[in-house]
Nanobody
Framework: QVQLVESGGGLVQAGGSLRLSCTVS????????MGWYRQAPGKQRDLVAA???????NYADSVKGRFTISRDNAKNTVYLQLNSLKPEDTAVYYC???????????????WGQGTQVTVSS
């Protein structure tokens, strides 16, 4: 059983900041990429930011320069620092990992339950 537990969402005024965390537990051999997605009401789930096992990062154009993704491999945790928040950042944010359960097995995608971020104008 693999669990991804997210925290750090909430209500913030425009221009404010939040820090999201996602900790992975359970039967995992190796975590490859870790990332954050978001889904606003009536819209599809989109990639916000991702980070490889080697620390290479990738961001959606809409968050470049405002959000920062990082990971602590010793803690199996990925973070998303959200700065200069805008009302259009309002969404449910989901943690995602690509991981292997065993050295010989294939890779799987796992998802967290989501955490709500609401930015008021």
């Amino acid at each position: 059983q693999v669990q991804l537990v997210e925290s750090g969402g909430g209500l913030v005024q425009a221009g404010g900041s939040l820090r999201l965390s996602c900790t992975v537990s359970g039967n995992i051999f190796r975590i490859n990429a870790m990332g954050w997605y978001r889904q606003a009401p009536g819209k599809q789930r989109d990639l916000v930011a991702a980070i490889t096992g080697g620390g290479i990062t990738n961001y959606a154009d809409s968050v470049k320069g405002r959000f920062t993704i990082s990971r602590d491999n010793a803690k199996n945790t990925v973070y998303l620092q959200l700065n200069s928040l805008k009302p259009e950042d309002t969404a449910v944010y989901y943690c995602n990992i690509n991981a292997k359960r065993t050295s010989w097995g294939r890779e799987y995608d796992f998802w967290g339950q989501g955490t709500q971020v609401t930015v008021s104008s």
